[in-house]
């Protein structure tokens, strides 16, 4: 996979990078719909778990999943206390807090969603953080391919959030046997550490900015 890193002014006007490109460029056009319908409105969600880990050292930066379970999340979380945290980026997470779950402040994303890992941090703990964008299934060859300073973005706001989340106690009502065990799964694997999705293009990366 060869990784083109394009600003968000690329993506708002006319040029990317040094590159000008016409406003019919069909590359262009392509990337404008994908950040005006990724970007607005993201929201950080989050979910713990203690995943073993032959599981989660296969997961890869710039890997893009598939998980055709209910994805539950929680907008709210204090410091990380599993092995493994998966911070979510979305703008299509639904609110369920309708229906009973003012507690957990519980968000979903429903079956069949795309996501990819923009960033994996790994502490001497063992405990690690993975940093998932929710994408629309018709852009999972986009994001395969290219490499935003969006999720540059996103990945320096996670980091933020890390560091501010490690000073607050864990939350009570995100240790309860009921919602661990909705957020027991791997995000992407079956039970046996097989991924849902075949992705094995991103294995050998590179980026460049031009």
Request: charged share 20%.
């Amino acid at each position: 996979m060869k990784t083109l890193v394009i600003d968000h002014a690329g993506l708002r006007g006319n040029t990317i990078g040094h590159l000008t490109t016409s406003h019919a460029d069909p590359l262009l056009q392509r990337l404008r719909y994908v950040y005006n319908i990724t970007s607005p409105d993201l929201r950080f969600y989050c979910r713990g778990a203690d995943i073993p880990n032959d599981f989660t050292t296969k997961y890869r930066v710039n890997q893009v999943i598939q998980d055709s379970r209910v994805i539950d999340m929680s907008l709210i979380y204090g410091k990380l206390i599993k092995n493994t945290r998966y911070l979510i980026a979305s703008n299509m997470a639904v609110n369920l807090t309708l229906f009973g779950t003012q507690e957990t402040h519980m968000r979903a994303i429903q079956r069949n969603s795309y996501f990819k890992i923009l960033s994996i941090n790994r502490r001497i703990n063992k405990n690690q953080t993975q940093v998932l964008l929710h994408i629309l299934d018709h852009c999972t060859e986009i994001f395969k391919e290219y490499l935003t300073i969006m999720e540059q973005y996103i990945i320096q706001q996670s980091i933020q959030d890390f560091l501010f989340k490690q000073w607050l106690e864990p939350l009570a009502q995100l240790q309860t046997e009921q919602w661990l065990t909705r957020t027991a799964f791997p995000i992407g694997m079956d039970d046996m550490s097989n991924f849902c999705f075949d992705d094995k293009d991103n294995e050998d990366t590179w980026s460049k900015k031009i």
